[in-house]
Structures are given as C-alpha cells and as structure tokens.
C-alpha cells in the first residue's frame, strides 16, 4: 500500500536535465522515456504542479495508445492518464501492469487509490486483501486503516496510522509524507481537528517541500478560520494555483487588503488556461468559483461534472455547497447516495448533508 519505488529516482538526486537531455536526444527509447517521465510525473506529484504531467505525457506519447507494453510502462502511463483525470484507463493499466508482474507492491497500492477514489468499493477491499497476503499485514493494515475512515470508522483507523507512522521501515520522507497525510485525515473525519493540525504541523517541520502536508494543513486552518496561520503557510514566490486560492481565502478572512490582488492574480490564471485550451476540472478552480463566491453557477457546473468521475470528500463539500447556494439540491443528490454506499462522513460534511436532506425532504 505504501508507496516505494515510484518515488526511488528523486529528481532532487539525479540530474532532471540529464534525464530530459536523453530523452530529447532518443524519444522512441522506450527506457530513457519512462525514466525521464518518472521523474517529472513525480516532481508534478510532490510540488502539486501539474504542469509535469504534460511533461510526462509527451515522453509516453510514441506508445499512448499502445494495447500491449511491458509493466512498467504501462504503470508509468496509468499514473500519467489518473493525473489528467482519465481514473477508468489509469485503472485498465494497472491492471494489465499487475498482470504483468503482480511482485510489484506500488501496482497494487496505486490501483486501491483509485478504485477508492472513484468509489469501487468492493474492488478496492479486494485490493487491500491482497496487498496484506502478498506484501505483509503491515502493508495491509495501511490500506485497511484507509478503508476504515472512508467507510465512517476514523476512530478505529487512528491507533492503526499511529502505530504504522512509527515503524523503522516506514521513515522514509515519501511514505512518511502518505501516512501522515492519512494519519491527519483519520483525526480531521473524527473531528478532531487539533490533532490532525498537530500531526500536519509536525510533519511539514520535517518536510517543509510536501505539497500535499501544507495544503490539507492550510485548507483545515481556514476551515477554522485560523486565517493568519493558513496565509502564511500558503506564502510562496510562485504559489500553486491550490495554495493561491486557499491565500486567497485567508486574506479575505483576515481583511489584510490582499484579496483583489490574489483574486486578479488567479483569475490570470484561469484565463490563461482558458487560452491554452486546458479542459481539466481541476478542484483550485471549483474552490474559487463555489467557496470564495467567484461564480456559483459555473462552479456548480463543474462540480457535478467532477462528481461524475470522482468521489473525494472535498469534492463531495463542494457539489453540496453549490447546490444549496444555487437553490438546486437535486443536484448534489447523488453525494447522499455516496454517502449512503460508502458509510463515509465527516463533520463538515455531515452539516451540509443534513441541510440537503431537509431541502430534498428526505431522511437517511
């Protein structure tokens, strides 16, 4: 479940110009291109920018459409095709990848992810079954505990995220990086909020560089509206359009006088993604149109569409959010029936669920 050697070529530790020289020099050498894609798909997964993913995309583009490709590459190309959104084709290339060499113990784990992130619940218990008999219970236990608190049973996942963020074998930054960021999860699905504050704090002390940490910390403390602690955590040169947004919000629960700056600051943004034809519903956009109040309508446009191919709790807040704003439930509807099938819920959600039930006129 955790993962390893997706994350064993740092780009910080090899030279990511070499890789990109080599690959420039050779594009239809199948191993030079999926080093060279490794490396930038995770240098987009660690700095949370997305640009790299276009970056890895084009040195698998001689074999994107391919039906028959040894294991890693299409490992590597299911990895790339899940970061544009494309969950069902990155799903059908692990599958062929595990079929390939089952060994492989990040085959299994990055396929659990997204059969929970696109609410194949049963598919992913089987996932997370055979991770623990091929890979160890500790292997197993970490996908486990992540079922449990997407399935409404945080309490019981904490102890096992507390025990497993400890283990010797387990101190590496990269797997520290996804058990703390569950371990946080557990304990903000709880409600317990300081603790997860606490466990996010920690770990960015340490990992001052993981994307994930800081922003899931800054979108707790705004949350909160612990406004000063998010905008100064969200600081950056070039912020990533989530943390700009998240900036955004916490200048305007603070009134410092930044908010129109940041706002045109993201709105060139948008427009210039709108120039180079980028389609992807991405949820920093949703956020500024539903939470920050930018356009209602076409947020919750795009939020049901995001709905329409992934179930993550953020996403499920925000379709709720723009529902009700819109005076339209019936249209986040389909987040109580979720909800319903996985069992999972969280305070903040828990709150708009119930204010959508009693706009549909319904009780569950």
Request: charged share 20%; hydrophobic share 40%; net charge neutral.
């Amino acid at each position: 479940m955790l993962p390893a050697s997706v994350h064993a070529q740092n780009p910080q530790a090899r030279s990511l110009r070499e890789l990109e020289q080599a690959w420039r020099q050779n594009r239809n050498d199948m191993p030079v291109a999926l080093r060279y894609a490794r490396a930038v798909f995770l240098l987009g997964l660690t700095e949370g920018d997305l640009r790299w993913y276009g970056a890895a995309k084009a040195a698998l583009q001689p074999w994107w459409s391919a039906t028959t490709l040894p294991a890693d590459a299409h490992f590597l190309r299911a990895l790339v095709k899940q970061g544009f959104h494309d969950f069902k084709g990155g799903i059908d290339d692990l599958g062929a990848a595990i079929e390939l060499d089952p060994t492989q113990s990040e085959y299994w784990s990055w396929r659990f992810s997204l059969q929970l992130l696109t609410s194949r619940m049963e598919a992913a218990r089987a996932d997370c079954a055979a991770i623990a008999q091929r890979f160890g219970s500790d292997e197993g236990q970490a996908c486990a505990a992540t079922l449990l608190y997407r399935t409404g049973q945080p309490q019981q996942a904490i102890p096992l995220f507390n025990r497993l963020v400890d283990l010797p074998d387990y101190q590496g930054p990269y797997t520290q990086d996804w058990l703390r960021y569950h371990q946080g999860e557990a304990y903000r699905v709880a409600g317990q909020y300081e603790q997860a504050i606490a466990v996010w704090e920690k770990h960015l002390q340490a990992r001052p560089s993981s994307h994930l940490i800081r922003l899931t910390l800054v979108e707790l403390l705004n949350q909160q509206s612990q406004f000063s602690k998010a905008r100064r955590l969200a600081e950056a040169p070039s912020p990533t359009d989530a943390l700009l947004v998240q900036s955004l919000l916490a200048s305007r629960g603070l009134n410092d006088g930044q908010t129109q700056r940041l706002a045109e600051q993201f709105e060139n943004r948008m427009n210039n993604q709108a120039l180079r034809g980028e389609s992807l519903i991405e949820r920093p956009t949703m956020v500024y149109l539903i939470t920050y109040g930018r356009d209602n309508a076409q947020g919750l446009k795009l939020a049901a569409d995001n709905w329409s191919t992934q179930n993550e709790p953020a996403d499920a807040v925000l379709l709720v959010q723009a529902a009700l704003k819109a005076q339209q439930p019936k249209l986040a509807e389909p987040v109580l029936t979720w909800m319903t099938a996985t069992g999972y819920t969280d305070p903040v959600l828990k709150a708009l669920a119930t204010e959508l039930q009693t706009r549909l006129g319904t009780s569950r």
